[in-house]
């Protein structure tokens, strides 16, 4: 444990993998879901860090201001106070840490034990009060296409190739029509972090499922899964597309590239002091 010294607490990297431990334990819970809170606290790192602005240098995981409204009420996040109030006992158990480091670990130990690849990651994220929320608009539509993931995704600093490597998160967790209104998992293994996603976009027929509810694909053969306008997008863009064919292909390719750019995700805006990073080890190691 970090020395104690005046009452200030300075956590080493045990004290790090003691917090992914803490949260790896409880991110099983056979009453949620399909058995896992991993994927809804992959949400929260993303939509904690993916509301950067590069230009102005706002949003970002820096802060943790989905903590407070207007941004926790913003229709993006509804059904992220899940993961949150999952969190709380991690924050009692470690009070020193701050919410948007905790956050951001929580998301890479999801990763990881969901059977993704080790992302590395640094403490130094400092939280900040309701002034620092962003507005609303700066997460992705889900009935928009490729033009508008261009959009949000260039604003934050990533490209083409980022982009798709980012999408194959959708391997994991469902859409609830209690949160987003569309309603489904991309895959047939939404706990574990594969290149299904990618496969299944390629592989499957897909059309537009027949409800009342918001326009979404669903696979011809089982009408059990799903994709969103924004997923298809990527199969539809030229350019999209042969990252989509890359990564259907490699899934050594995929881990490698998404650790890298899910890793980078969660840094975006955040004035590290130390360069040093960890690799945290995971349960099953
Ligand atoms: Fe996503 N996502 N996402 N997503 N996402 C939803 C669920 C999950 C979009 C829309 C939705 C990323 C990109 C996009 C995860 C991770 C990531 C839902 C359903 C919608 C809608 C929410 C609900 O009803 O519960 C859109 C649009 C984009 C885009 O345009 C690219 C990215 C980049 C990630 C990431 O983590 C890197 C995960 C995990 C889920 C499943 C959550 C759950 O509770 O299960």
């Not at 949160?179 to 496969?199: A, E, Q, V």
Request: aromatic share 12%; charged share 30%.
């Amino acid at each position: 444990s970090g020395l104690k010294t005046g009452g200030a607490f300075t956590p080493t990297r045990d004290d790090f993998q003691r917090v992914y431990n803490d949260v790896a334990e409880i991110l099983e819970n056979n009453d949620y879901d399909n058995g896992s809170y991993g994927p809804v606290v992959v949400r929260l790192g993303w939509h904690a860090s993916g509301t950067y602005d590069k230009e102005t240098k706002t949003g970002g995981s820096n802060g943790a201001t989905m903590r407070f409204a207007p941004e926790s009420e913003h229709g993006a996040n509804a059904g992220l106070k899940t993961a949150r109030d999952l969190l709380e006992g991690i924050k009692k158990k470690h009070p020193w840490i701050s919410y948007s480091d905790l956050w951001t670990l929580a998301a890479v130990a999801a990763i990881q034990e969901m059977g993704g690849p080790k992302i590395p990651w640094r403490p130094g994220r400092k939280d900040g009060d309701v002034s620092a929320c962003t507005p609303d608009g700066r997460l992705p539509d889900a009935s928009k296409d490729q033009k508008h993931l261009r959009a949000i995704f260039y604003r934050m600093g990533f490209n083409d190739q980022e982009i798709v490597a980012l999408s194959g998160a959708h391997a994991l967790g469902r859409c609830h029509t209690d949160r987003s209104g569309f309603d489904g998992p991309w895959t047939f293994s939404p706990t574990m972090l594969t290149n299904d996603y990618y496969k299944l976009l390629l592989e499957e027929k897909w059309a537009w499922k027949k409800w009342n509810g918001p326009k979404q694909f669903e696979d011809v053969s089982t009408k059990s899964l799903m994709m969103l306008p924004t997923d298809m997008a990527l199969i539809k863009d030229k350019e999209f597309k042969k990252h989509v064919e890359r990564y259907a292909k490699d899934n050594d390719l995929f881990f490698r590239d998404f650790a890298d750019v899910f890793g980078r995700l969660l840094e975006l805006g955040v004035p590290f002091e130390k360069e040093e990073k960890f690799i945290f080890k995971s349960t099953t190691d």
